[in-house]
């Protein structure tokens, strides 16, 4: 580990202000799971770490006056996938943070640190982006900025976070009425591993029984999180039958990029992404009363 030094900001201003003055030199922490990893694989080595888990206000779950669940940066991923509010209204989101690695790690990994950290291999940004939930940014200069979470992660390791700013909160709205919607997690090893290959679906049904509207995304298998929007495209209007989910799940190979390590080739993660796909799509429109 690095010599460094700590910093322990009491509210969002003195955050602000402790990032002024050390600018590239600094890295926000809020649980550290991430963070001291990386720092004890020098592959971060700030100078200065601010710490944000005495900031109040961020902490809390609560419903916003358009019925989507707001959650504040600093909950940690441990509460939100036992908070009734999230089980209830977004149930999705829970299931999702239910897969992250261990209740031990969940309890201190918070929903901000992990969103702007930015792997592209975490469990829950499938299913936010799928749910098209955006994530709120706030800075000394410019207020809150808010960003859908498909446009968050922008490559490896990086999000749209600018210097200076802070996450701050999640806004996650509720899946369309009537819809149907799964997470899929393929495992190499453990349950507490990154996935081979995930996906989030969510089938909203139309008056005569097929796809009114669906969002597929996939994670571990690109640098971001992957929309599968040709696929998505192919089945809207369409009956959702063997034949044309799996010319959709097909198209997915193609959308895919992912890269080769120890939980499996190119080659096999771009099959796998197939498979699951198919499977995340059929297990939501058994959610949905479909099937």
């Known amino acids: 580990m690095i010599d460094f030094e700590f910093h322990q900001a009491n509210d ?165 009425d009537g819809a149907g919607t799964a997470y899929l997690k393929f495992l190499p090893r453990t349950a507490d591993d990154y996935a081979t290959v995930s996906v989030a679906a969510v089938v909203t049904p139309d008056e005569a029984g097929n796809c009114g509207d669906i969002r597929v995304v996939l994670g571990s298998v690109g640098l971001t999180p992957i929309r599968a929007t040709a696929a998505e495209d192919s089945l809207r209007g369409q009956p959702l039958t063997d034949e044309t989910i799996g010319a959709a799940a097909a198209m997915v190979q193609d959308a895919v990029d992912p890269l080769e390590d120890h939980r499996g080739s190119t080659e096999y993660k771009r099959e796998m992404a197939e498979v699951f796909t198919r499977r995340a799509v059929r297990q939501a429109m058994t959610n949905a009363g479909m099937m």
Do not use: W
């Not at 490896?156 to 996650?172: A, S």
């Open 12 to 176: 969002l201003d003195h955050a602000f202000a402790l990032l002024a003055d050390y600018g590239d030199d600094a890295r926000l922490m809020s649980g550290g799971t991430a963070l001291v990893l990386q720092m004890k694989q020098r592959f971060s080595q700030p100078g200065h770490v601010i710490g944000l888990r005495r900031i109040a206000g961020l902490g809390s779950i609560e419903e916003t006056s358009e019925g989507s669940v707001r959650i504040g940066a600093l909950c940690t991923q441990r509460q939100v996938e036992n908070h009734p509010l999230v089980s209830e209204r977004i149930p999705l989101v829970a299931g999702a943070y239910r897969h992250v690695a261990t209740p031990r790690i969940r309890n201190m990994a918070t929903v901000g640190g992990g969103l702007a950290h930015g792997d592209p291999n975490q469990d829950p940004p499938p299913s936010l982006i799928a749910l098209g939930a955006s994530v709120v940014l706030s800075s000394a200069s410019g207020g809150e900025r808010v960003v859908p979470a498909e446009e968050l992660f922008v490559d490896y390791f990086e999000t749209d976070v600018r210097p200076g700013e802070i996450v701050t909160g999640l806004v996650v709205p509720p899946a369309p």
